[in-house]
T-cell receptor, first 113, second 112 residues
Framework: DTAVSQTPKYLVTQMGNDKSIKCEQN?????MYWYKQDSKKFLKIMFS???????INETVPNRFSPKSPDKAHLNLHINSLELGDSAVYFC????????????FGPGTRLTVT | KQEVTQIPAALSVPEGENLVLNCSFT??????LQWFRQDPGKGLTSLLL?????REQTSGRLNASLDKSSGRSTLYIAASQPGDSATYLC???????????FGEGTQLTVNP
């Protein structure tokens, strides 16, 4: 009965590779997010989708491309990985149209070597 | 630009103590404020959400207050236990369905 799930949990890869992280929520929420937590544990928004439409796109390199095939899924594809991309990436979801809680996934720890 | 600050950065207390964690934000026009708990190597667990029209929310031993005009929130933990040890994060949003802006967290250690 996992609410927000992410795969993989850990991802170790070399510089220059392309990788994807998948996120799924079974809460029936309309809005999904990607956050990045850096080595100093600071969490920052990257993207937000509402009903498969991009609504927030922070100043993120265009090597990062989110894709939402349906409102229950929001995947993150990263091209040409760099050392600085190493971080924990969290997916979250919430209902739309009100002051609703955001629910977070367990995170994906990406290590670029 | 909204900025969120949490004080203290770290706190160590003996078991049984009541404690207060502080959160301040620069733009008082928030939509809601959410307190989270993060255990090492884990995701975020939502503890309490306070809507902008509310002054406080309670859940068990936790009580969160909100003073929008002064840009402050506090999380009160009563009768702390070792299991409360974690990093506590405060986050605010400006509109419905919008990004959360996080503070850097308070790392709490409750010693048996």
């Amino acid at each position: 009965d996992t609410a927000v799930s992410q795969t993989p949990k850990y991802l170790v890869t070399q510089m220059g590779n392309d990788k994807s992280i998948k996120c799924e929520q079974n809460l029936g929420h309309d809005t999904m997010y990607w956050y990045k937590q850096d080595s100093k544990k600071f969490l920052k928004i990257m993207f937000s989708y509402n009903n498969k439409e991009l609504i927030i796109n922070e100043t993120v390199p265009n090597r990062f491309s989110p894709k939402s095939p349906d409102k229950a899924h929001l995947n993150l594809h990263i091209n040409s990985l760099e050392l600085g991309d190493s971080a924990v990436y969290f997916c979250a979801s919430s209902r739309a149209g009100g002051p609703y809680e955001q629910y977070f996934g367990p995170g994906t720890r990406l290590t670029v070597t | 630009k909204q900025e969120v600050t949490q004080i203290p950065a770290a706190l160590s207390v003996p078991e049984g103590e009541n404690l207060v964690l502080n959160c301040s934000f620069t733009d008082s026009a928030i939509y809601n404020l959410q307190w989270f708990r993060q255990d090492p190597g884990k995701g975020l667990t939502s503890l309490l959400l306070i809507q902008s029209s509310q002054r406080e929310q309670t859940s068990g031993r936790l009580n969160a207050s909100l003073d929008k005009s002064s840009g402050r929130s506090t999380l009160y933990i009563a009768a702390s236990q070792p299991g409360d040890s974690a990093t506590y994060l405060c986050a605010v949003s400006l509109t419905s369905g919008s990004r959360l802006t996080f503070g850097e967290g308070t790392q709490l250690t409750v010693n048996p």
